[in-house]
């Protein structure tokens, strides 16, 4: 079956920095995009990145807020997706799921995720 | 960036009624809506892709609809476990969003 795996959590100062990864298992990887979703603590759903099925820069995407101090990427030789995150802002402090596209090529729809990873930005 | 607005906030209803969840777009997305469940301490599931698309293993009470900017999830009679927090995604353009979402108390 489908898992997802995240780590790379963990409490970190204002302006730092952290690497989130997320293993994948149950699926072939390397024929489906990837993405990562953030939940601040009691609050809805925010998409982060997407990495393509192939890894491609040309089709990363981010929202925003993230732009310029986030990136994407993913190891297909080794079932893993990456999120580093740079310049972290309070504003950041969320749960991190890693996220499976539905559609072999990609879809942008979302149907199995991880149990996320905690990232708190604080000082 | 599109917004989606979700309503009501919250939505009382008991066991064997009839929920119906609204999602209203800031711009037409094509049909490109989908609708995530979840439950405290858990990850989103998803229920519907495409409007009206049922994922795998979703029961047939599900059901969505909508065209333009309005669409509507509907749970013809609720199960106890239907209970959760409602999400609508839509994937028409990026950055990819999702509305604020409804709870379905009882």
């Known amino acids: 079956q489908v898992q997802l795996v995240e780590s790379g959590g963990g409490v970190v100062q204002p302006g730092g920095s952290l690497r989130l990864s997320c293993v994948a298992s149950g699926f072939t990887f390397s024929t489906y995009g990837m993405h990562w979703v953030r939940q601040a603590p009691g609050k809805g759903l925010e998409w982060v990145a997407v990495a393509s099925y192939d890894g491609s820069r040309y089709n990363e995407y981010y929202t925003d807020s993230v732009k310029g101090r986030f990136s994407i990427s993913r190891d297909n030789s080794k079932n893993t997706l990456t999120l580093q995150m740079n310049n972290l802002r309070a504003e950041d402090t969320a749960l991190y799921y890693c996220?499976?596209?539905?559609?072999?090529?990609?879809?942008?729809?979302?149907?199995?995720w991880g149990q996320g990873a905690l990232v708190t930005v604080s000082s | 960036e599109i917004v989606l607005t979700q309503s009501p906030a919250t939505l009382s209803l008991s066991p064997g009624e009839r929920a119906t969840l609204s999602c209203r777009a800031s711009?037409?997305?094509?049909?490109?809506v989908a609708w995530y469940q979840q439950k405290p301490g858990q990850a989103p599931r998803l229920l519907i892709y495409?409007?009206?698309n049922r994922a795998t293993g979703i029961p047939a009470r599900f059901s969505g609809g909508g065209s333009g900017t309005d669409f509507t999830l509907t749970i013809s009679s609720l199960e106890p476990e239907d209970f959760a927090v409602y999400y609508c995604?839509?994937?028409?353009?990026?950055?990819?969003?999702f509305g604020g979402g409804t709870k379905v108390e009882v």
């Open positions: 495409d409007t009206s």
């Open positions: 996220a499976k596209d539905r559609a072999y090529g990609g879809s942008n729809y979302f149907d199995y």
């Open positions: 995604q839509q994937r028409s353009n990026w950055p990819l969003t």
């Open positions: 711009q037409i997305v094509s049909g490109y």
